[in-house]
């Protein structure tokens, strides 16, 4: 390994790329030294490979050097995960966005890493077909984001997440060779590196290609919107509906404060004064979707719904998933800042841990909002607070903390699908114990032994294997939280 | 020497045991996949997970269920029924048990709906072969901390730990769930059809001159298609051993007229690409190997003596190094199924 700094390296990489593709502006790197989440990071200089070949050469490069490499989709991330320290190499694989082959057959699509989540959907929408995964970025994030952090969104609830339809991959992976890992003929031998490596962080190695599977468009759907008094009766809703044995396509709350601010925001005829509102979808056969959606409004009236609304036309089913998917954005009308978690609990806990978010909202005096997925247990409190206000900063955290030891307490997980990155590694050793994590530590070595991928992720320092050194004890100076 | 301990303690201690004494050791469940992989690396030595059979958790309204590892599948099968819950797994026959089906990798016929059984995996706690009790996963039915130790652990084949607990998700029972059968010598050309015509099918199985059809959801939904009469679930494939090939699910025609020559049993998951298709001697495996891979596809062995498990396997996966050092990792001392996996791991 050598000693160079990426900054001084440019010309190793401008050899690689066109020297438009290599950026070591102090601007630009600044913009690449954060992303999504509200950490901000350090970034030595960006590359943008446009092949697998030019990414393989760049992964050698840096492994000559001794650079760490930061991978980067969309950069819409909120847990760090793409966030570079220590002045490492980002990698942008936005630039590799094309949709190489669709086959109607599997049905699957091959695609590279940097093509929006969005943007598949659409171009296999006159074959009736989606993908399926739909987190509330998809317009924006992309495919290789969606598998380094094992992505969810609101259909996941009965479609399941980005590890259920990813079917195949290429990775280079940390000395410049490149992977297949499976694709559309199932269960090939082996281990199911596979399967390991989607939410792997960008820690495992980069993903240059993906292979997802298509899922058929439902004949028939159906949108409902049920409001409540108490978070208590909506929550209840959501268990009475899983108990009476209907999945339902998506099930999503927004507590009364966030119905507040996206109803400015959007405009969907939201009930304000409302506890809180339950968005409920069911799918299938026309059929299938009759007797579901009988069941959720009856099991909805039951438990105190003061209304159900059901979308009377695309046009309004839109209109209210417009609504919900806004969530993040809305929050801006409130504080220029938000700060995320995204613990599962199991359903059962639902009510005694958003009455536990409650009371330590009121505790450190803040504004924590809730959206999240319901149907799976699957919390996002958002703490709204403005970065400049250092006392507000250090309450922010510290809510954040109890958040977390609330949510394990009644057994539930750190990460439900945004994944662990920077923001969430040091609280891993709540959910997993020492021996747990020196597992973890031994897999990620198995692909990355020299510890030059995406480093300080995922893992709390002190996990990692043996042949690594890198062990701070925090994170680097200059990281600000 | 077989060992059925008691608890995981007393496992993981006999596997610590057998680390130190370098003492090869087989993993056993309902031994139901005990002929599987190269021969060499079946220890005669083995270790049972029979007498570990809790239920540990059940709560039906979170869909998730905790259970030890030498659980009967059948037996998980009573107790979610109960709650008119089930795992898509039931079926895989009398003996066979929960954590044998996931260290087979073993789907249950209905993939096409309910997915791999990878997917319902939710926390897994291993013993490695040096004895460390590992809990990876989380057991909620949704999570993404950590790296998922869980799917590797699923069709390792016992080769770096054995599973000795496991939280599933489980689905709410539907109301109506039929299969429906009907034979001719057009069998894929209706399946296909089928396939294209039906939303979300339990299964489409081509079966000889059978296509099999499994339907699930409102009894409005669950009618037979034009020409189907109700039936069975249609029976595996029987033969000295049966062959697993995998294939793109669009080129299952292809592979099913190159296979036709053979005139051996065999039976084909449309919309999957799984096909098992009995064997009676190695130019066979050979032969169904040399057709599933010429349309980029792959043929192991399921179920074979010995004799008939030379090469198990077929070529080499792709990331071989890196599987040695998970192995190198999870069993230092080498004494799980040694050399069973691919590649002699």
Not at chain 1, 145 to 169: D, E, K, R
Not at chain 1, 400 to 416: Q, T
Request: charge should be negative; glycine fraction near 12%.
């Amino acid at each position: 390994m050598g000693t160079a700094t990426a900054t001084a390296s440019a010309a190793r990489f401008r050899a690689l790329l066109d020297s438009e593709r290599v950026m070591e502006h102090p601007l630009e790197r600044a913009i690449y030294a954060r992303d999504g989440s509200i950490t901000e990071g350090k970034c030595g200089l960006v590359v943008l490979p446009q092949t697998r070949e030019e990414v393989s050469a760049c992964v050698r490069v840096a492994a000559e050097l001794g650079l760490a490499i930061v991978p980067r989709g969309s950069g819409t991330g909120l847990a760090g995960g793409a966030v570079p320290f220590d002045d490492a190499v980002v990698v942008s694989l936005a630039r590799m966005n094309r949709i190489l082959d669709i086959d109607p057959d599997v049905p699957c699509a091959w695609v590279e890493p940097g093509v929006l989540n969005l943007d598949i959907s659409t171009a296999v929408a006159d074959l009736d077909l989606h993908y399926a995964p739909d987190p509330s970025s998809q317009a924006a994030c992309s495919i290789g984001g969606n598998v380094a952090t094992n992505s969810g969104g609101p259909h996941c609830l009965a479609y399941g997440v980005t590890a259920q339809h990813i079917m195949g991959l290429e990775m280079v992976t940390a000395d410049g060779s490149v992977l297949e890992l499976g694709g559309p003929a199932p269960d090939p031998p082996g281990f199911d590196l596979r399967g390991l490596s989607v939410g792997g962080e960008g820690t495992l190695g980069l993903v240059t290609k993906v292979c997802v599977r298509l899922t058929r468009n439902p004949p028939a759907v159906r949108t409902m919107l049920l409001d409540f008094d108490s978070v208590a009766e909506g929550a209840a809703t959501v268990g009475a509906i899983v108990a009476a044995g209907v999945v339902p396509a998506a099930m999503e709350m927004m507590d009364q404060k966030m119905n507040i601010a996206v109803e400015a925001f959007v405009g969907a005829g939201l009930p304000v004064d409302a506890a809180t509102v339950l968005l409920v979808e069911v799918d299938g056969t026309p059929a299938q979707i009759a007797a579901e959606a009988e069941l959720v409004q009856r099991v909805g009236r039951e438990h105190g719904a003061r209304e159900v609304r059901v979308a009377a036309d695309e046009t309004e089913r839109q209109l209210l998933w417009k609504a919900r998917k806004s969530a993040f954005g809305a929050v801006a009308r409130v504080a220029p800042n938000y700060y995320l978690h995204d613990c599962v609990v199991p359903r059962t806990h639902l009510v005694d841990v958003l009455e536990e978010i409650g009371a330590i909202a009121e505790r450190h005096d803040l504004v924590i909002m809730n959206v999240f997925h319901a149907g799976d247990g699957n919390l996002h409190p958002l703490i709204a607070f403005d970065r400049r206000d250092s006392d507000q900063v250090d309450r922010v955290y510290e809510a954040g903390r109890e958040i977390i030891a609330a949510c394990m307490a009644v057994g539930g997980v750190l990460s439900g699908e945004h994944g662990i990155g920077v923001e969430k590694r040091d609280f891993m050793p709540l959910q997993f114990g020492e021996i747990d994590l020196a597992a973890q530590a031994d897999a990620r070595c198995a692909f990355d032994p020299d510890g030059l991928m995406n480093p300080l992720k995922v893992l709390p320092a002190g996990s990692r294997c043996g042949e690594l050194t890198v062990a701070p004890d925090s994170l680097p100076p200059g990281t600000w939280l | 020497m077989s060992e059925a301990p008691r608890d995981r303690t007393e496992l993981a201690a006999q596997l610590a045991q057998a680390s130190a004494d370098g003492l090869p050791v087989s993993p056993r469940g309902g031994g139901t996949h005990s002929r599987v992989g190269h021969p060499e690396g079946r220890p005669r030595s083995s270790i049972s997970t029979t007498q570990l059979d809790a239920l540990i958790d059940y709560t039906p309204q979170d869909l998730t269920i905790t259970v030890e590892a030498g659980m009967s599948v059948d037996r998980l099968g009573e107790i979610a029924d109960q709650h008119g819950q089930f795992w898509p797994q039931v079926g895989a026959g009398a003996e066979a048990t929960v954590g044998g089906v996931l260290a087979s990798a073993t789907s249950g016929l209905s993939r096409l709906r309910f997915g791999p059984v990878r997917d319902s995996l939710l926390q897994v706690v291993v013993a490695t072969g040096d004895g460390r009790l590992i809990t990876a996963g989380g057991r909620t039915v949704k999570g993404v901390s950590g790296y998922d130790l869980p799917r590797l652990m699923t069709g390792s084949f016992g080769s770096l730990g054995v599973i000795v607990e496991v939280t599933l998700k489980l689905w709410p029972r539907l109301p109506a769930r039929r299969w429906f059968a009907r034979s001719g010598a057009d069998a894929l050309d209706v399946g296909l059809a089928l396939l294209s015509e039906l939303y979300r099918p339990g299964a489409v199985i081509v079966s000889g001159d059978t296509t099999h059809v499994e339907l699930v959801g409102q009894p409005e939904d669950v009618v037979a298609p034009a020409g189907f009469t109700p039936s069975e679930a249609p029976p595996p494939p029987i033969g000295t051993g049966v062959v697993r090939v995998g294939v793109t699910p669009a080129r299952v025609r292809e592979l099913l007229h190159a296979l036709g020559g053979l005139g051996v049993p065999m039976s084909t998951q449309l919309g999957v690409g799984t096909c098992l298709v009995a064997v009676e001697s190695t130019e066979q495996i050979a032969e169904v190997r040399a057709h599933a891979q010429r349309i980029g596809g792959h043929a192991v062995v399921d179920d074979a003596p010995d004799e008939l498990r030379i090469d198990p396997w077929g070529p080499p996966p792709a990331g071989l190094e890196i599987m040695r050092r998970l192995k190198a990792a999870f069993d230092p001392a080498g004494v799980l199924n040694p050399g069973l996996m691919p590649g002699g791991i």
